[in-house]
């Protein structure tokens, strides 16, 4: 049964439980904390305001990466972290997590020489042990504008090629939070906490609004812990002990092209001129080009992007490869989203702030994790169960944190001999079932080793939706996101469960309708919520 069919009776049911940890907020960090808790022998409830990766979670450049600019500012650590769990997150889900090789281009009066750029990635490559085979190589002139004729060749001088791990964020989030459910974890979206329960001037609970139905629900547990992101300012001012503002915003825009616009070969990642690098990376036929590094104080569900966004990242673009011709009426699609930095207290400019993590603890018990990066979630969740674990040892029989070797939703391929040949074999089934076969290749990259369900959905897809005018492709997998991945809304299936609305946006765009049926069928929805999720659709595709 689907999540959507089942929440209102595990809801009442979660109400009735004692936990041992709650976890406010379901972005990476979130999730992550809320797996390794359950692993050790925590039970434990996630609530989440809006759906799994819905904020910062969904909306990075999509990379999992040491942070190679972070060495300008010497933070050494924080590259050596990042840097080594980019392979430990590469073998927990492969079928999301890919290498990518990065051009580096050096330019004459860049921020950064060739012999600096040689030692910089030497180091990165040191700190994060990097495999042999994807270790830096330094590039001529030559080498470099060979791997990228379209490169202003009067500005470059030399290149270093390296390498990243691409994935896909929300998807990997989506995975957490599968991987947390099949391990007895109560995860619930669309659960605004609006209140902080206490016993004994000991925060042990929470009420939450369910934001679907207007229906509030309390929940309690031995440890409350804020990992809302962007978020955790309000949260924190929930408890009057805590500590304010911790967090100072920033906002990242990514934009998207047509492949035909900005055709590079590889993945680059280049010098801007104001101190800023920004990455132009190809997928699915795309290029995306991000990231803006602004400070930020507007609406935060929604970000938004400004005119000076869209040409500053254009602008940029043109400055690189100046044989295009790119316009601000090129842009197909984009996604912006916030950093939750740590406040400091120095004046820095935002791309100067650091981008480590930081735990509070307040003096009712909330437990509140803020700052970090993508890249690191894992190391991060690992320090605030080792806190709560001490908390609650007394209470339940723990384990060791195991989450650098539990394989995530989907990526368990080792067993079908590894993501190429599991693709290849799918394909196969895929086409024998009469789906395209661009088409079968995303799903079957994103779902993993759980491809079969996908294709069990599109063989047994319910009589009820096939009437609806789309193609069975598009129905069976709302469908598989609605059976397998906690679907609520066709925002959640649009761009967090495929990405459609960035890298697909022209081939999804003439189905709205079709989608707002198919959740009309299958969560029973009345006219005044189909005639809500409308307009809430139609504003998704306005770029």
Same mark, same amino acid.
């Given at each position: 049964m689907s999540y959507a069919s089942q929440r209102d009776t595990?809801?009442?049911?979660?109400?009735?439980?004692?936990?041992?940890?709650?976890?406010? $907020?379901?972005?990476?960090?979130?999730?992550?904390?809320?797996?390794d808790a359950q692993l050790r022998g925590i039970p434990t409830l996630l609530l989440e305001m809006r759906d799994i990766a819905s904020g910062t979670s969904s909306r990075s450049t999509k990379? !999992?990466?040491?942070?190679?600019?972070?060495?300008k500012q010497f933070e050494f650590g924080l590259v050596r972290e990042?840097?080594?769990?980019?392979?430990?997150?590469?073998?927990?889900? @492969?079928?999301?997590?890919?290498?990518?090789?990065?051009?580096?281009?050096?330019?004459?009066?860049?921020?950064?020489?060739?012999? !600096?750029?040689?030692?910089?990635?030497?180091?990165?490559?040191?700190?994060?042990?990097?495999?042999?085979?994807?270790?830096?190589?330094?590039?001529?002139?030559?080498?470099?504008?060979?791997?990228?004729?379209?490169?202003?060749?009067?500005?470059v001088t030399g290149g270093i090629y390296y390498y990243e791990y691409r994935t896909d964020d929300a998807r990997l989030t989506v995975a957490l939070a599968n991987t947390a459910r099949n391990k007895q974890a109560a995860i619930h979206t669309y659960m605004k906490v609006v209140r902080l329960l206490?016993? %004994?001037?000991?925060?042990?609970?929470?009420?939450?609004?369910?934001?679907?139905?207007?229906?509030?629900?309390?929940?309690? $547990?031995?440890?409350?812990?804020?990992?809302?992101? @962007?978020?955790?300012?309000?949260?924190?001012?929930?408890?009057?002990?805590?500590?304010?503002?911790?967090?100072?915003?920033?906002?990242?825009?990514?934009?998207?092209? @047509?492949?035909e616009k900005l055709p590079i070969h590889q993945a680059v990642y280049f010098d801007v001129g104001d101190n800023r690098m920004v990455f132009a990376i190809p997928r699915e036929g795309k290029t995306y080009v991000g990231t803006t590094d602004t400070a930020f104080t507007g609406d935060k569900q929604e970000p938004g992007?400004?005119?000076?966004?869209?040409?500053?990242?254009i602008e940029a673009v043109m400055k690189m490869f100046p044989s295009l011709s790119l316009k601000v009426s090129d842009i197909e699609s984009f996604w912006s989203g916030l950093r939750p930095l740590i406040r400091d207290k120095k004046q820095k400019s935002p791309s100067a702030i650091s981008r480590k993590d930081e735990i509070f603890i307040s003096s009712k018990?909330?437990?509140?994790?803020?700052?970090?990066?993508?890249?690191?979630?894992?190391?991060?969740a690992?320090?605030? /169960?080792?806190?709560?674990?001490?908390? /609650?040892?007394?209470?339940?029989?723990?384990?060791?944190?195991?989450?650098?070797?539990?394989?995530?939703?989907?990526?368990?391929?080792?067993?079908?001999?590894?993501?190429?040949?599991?693709?290849?074999?799918?394909?196969?089934?895929?086409?024998?079932?009469?789906? @395209?076969?661009?088409?079968?290749?995303?799903i079957i990259r994103v779902a993993g080793? %759980?491809?079969?369900?996908?294709?069990?959905?599109?063989?047994?897809?319910?009589?009820?939706?096939?009437?609806?005018?789309?193609?069975?492709?598009?129905?069976?997998?709302?469908?598989?996101?609605?059976?397998?991945?906690?679907?609520c809304l066709p925002e959640d299936f649009v761009v967090r469960r495929t990405g459609s609305i960035y890298f697909h946006i022209n081939e999804i765009k003439p189905y709205q309708e079709a989608i707002l049926e198919c959740f009309c069928v299958l969560h029973q929805w009345d006219v005044a919520r189909m005639v809500q999720q409308r307009k809430a659709l139609q504003a998704l595709f306005q770029v």
């Open positions: 595990l809801l009442r049911q979660d109400s009735n439980k004692h936990f041992g940890l709650i976890v406010i $907020g379901g972005g990476i960090t979130g999730c992550g904390i809320a797996l990379l !999992i990466h040491g942070g190679l600019r972070y060495l990042t840097g080594r769990e980019r392979a430990v997150v590469h073998q927990l889900a @492969p079928h999301i997590t890919l290498s990518e090789p990065m051009l580096l281009p050096i330019v004459k009066n860049g921020s950064m020489s060739k012999f !600096i750029a040689a030692i910089g990635t030497w180091v990165y490559d040191y700190l994060a042990g990097v495999k042999s085979r994807e270790k830096r190589k330094v590039l001529t002139k030559q080498q470099t504008l060979q791997r990228e004729p379209l490169l202003d060749e009067t500005k206490t016993q %004994n001037d000991t925060i042990k609970g929470v009420v939450a609004e369910d934001t679907l139905t207007g229906k509030t629900y309390e929940f309690y $547990g031995e440890v409350v812990v804020n990992a809302s992101g @962007p978020w955790v300012d309000e949260v924190d001012a929930l408890d009057v002990t805590t500590e304010k503002d911790k967090l100072f915003l920033t906002k990242g825009v990514h934009i998207v092209l @047509p492949k992007i400004t005119e000076e966004d869209k040409t500053y990242l018990g909330l437990i509140t994790i803020a700052g970090g990066k993508l890249t690191g979630y894992r190391k991060m690992e320090r605030v /169960v080792d806190i709560v674990a001490k908390k /609650v040892s007394s209470k339940y029989i723990l384990s060791v944190c195991t989450t650098d070797r539990s394989i995530l939703c989907g990526g368990d391929l080792m067993k079908l001999g590894g993501l190429r040949w599991h693709v290849q074999r799918e394909l196969l089934n895929y086409k024998a079932a009469g789906i @395209p076969e661009d088409i079968a290749d995303r080793s %759980n491809s079969f369900k996908y294709l069990k959905s599109y063989q047994l897809l319910p009589k009820s939706l096939e009437s609806i005018d789309a193609p069975k492709w598009l129905k069976a997998w709302i469908f598989f996101c609605d059976q397998y991945e906690m679907i």
